[in-house]
């Protein structure tokens, strides 16, 4: 089966080659929004001068400011790169075709949902990464799935975490060699990186590139991956309304939808009868009263 799912990303990356750009666009951007802010944190050739002017505690200090702001804004452009390619593919996989607009919109919609799970996600690698490595692999591993079903479930993060965990248990082994090479590729693109480095500006241009055709790639493959063992998991029972937070609703919508109106026609049907019984309750016992006045 992995061999088929590996197959059909590579072949739904081929025919919609427009998953490729977000990515690609959003690492563009983002080294070019690093080069202009090492401009601007770059100390100048006499930093006495502006040590005197400003002090060196500031100076640092904006150098630190200016890096945080920018990795931050930087993260969210490659989340809503991220997201586009995983709404795009799903779209691609479900219609047959897609479009940028329709993948910017799904990403746009759920940018909250995706900067937390994002942050969790990290969170909990990083910690995980200092407990010897290992721990920080198992959490990527059991999550690698998050953003996917955050954004082809319409979950919430908590949601989508979850959902994540479950899919991967349910399906550890395939699960894990997908993650495997995910792993392998990412070594194959920094061994790439590594020898385009020695190349100067068209080496790190090509990195960039490189870099974000990797990402779409991975989405790519997530998404084709999830979509395959999900189809075996429990229907979500919660969706989220514009990425903010999950509202619940049903997804055996038809029997759902059946039995409410069912019991519905129930009721009203009911409260019919009653009406019509008092109806010709009260006809009779004008008619009797009228009778007896006859008489």
């Known amino acids: 089966m992995i061999l088929e799912t590996l197959k059909n990303s590579v072949g739904i990356a081929k025919r919609n080659y427009l998953l490729l750009l977000p990515t690609v666009v959003a690492s563009l951007l983002v080294a070019g929004i690093v080069w202009i802010s090492r401009g601007a944190t770059t100390a100048p050739e006499d930093p006495t001068m502006v040590g005197e002017a400003l002090g060196l505690s500031t100076l640092v200090g904006a150098g630190l400011g200016v890096s ?3 990795a931050f804004i930087g993260g969210v452009i490659i989340l809503l790169g991220h997201g586009m390619t995983v709404a795009m593919t ?14 910017f919109e799904s990403a746009m919609q759920r940018v909250v949902g995706l900067v937390i799970t994002a942050a969790v996600v990290g969170l909990l690698s990083t910690v995980g990464a200092l407990l010897l490595i290992l721990p920080g692999l198992i959490v990527a591993f059991l999550l690698m799935f998050a953003v996917v079903a955050l954004i082809v479930d319409e979950l919430g993060p908590i949601g989508a975490l979850q959902r994540s965990v479950q899919a991967v248990i349910r399906h550890v082994g395939e699960s894990f060699v997908v993650f495997l090479v995910l792993l392998a590729l990412g070594v194959l693109f920094g061994f790439v990186a590594m020898i385009l480095g020695l190349i100067p500006v068209v080496g790190n241009l090509l990195n960039v590139i490189i870099g974000g055709g990797y990402v779409a790639l991975s989405s790519v493959l997530l998404v084709e991956t999830y979509r395959s063992i999900s189809e075996s998991l429990p229907k979500p029972a919660s969706e989220s309304t514009g990425g903010t937070g999950p509202r619940q609703v049903s997804y055996s919508a038809e029997t759902g939808a059946g039995s409410g109106t069912q019991g519905g026609a129930e009721q009203s049907g009911g409260r019919k009868k009653t009406q019509s019984k008092q109806t010709q309750q009260n006809q009779s016992r004008q008619g009797g009263g009228g009778a007896t006045q006859g008489a």
Request: no cysteine.
């Open 68 to 70: 945080a702001v920018v």
């Open 90 to 103: 799903h779209e691609a996989i479900r219609d047959g075709k897609t479009t940028l607009k329709s993948g």
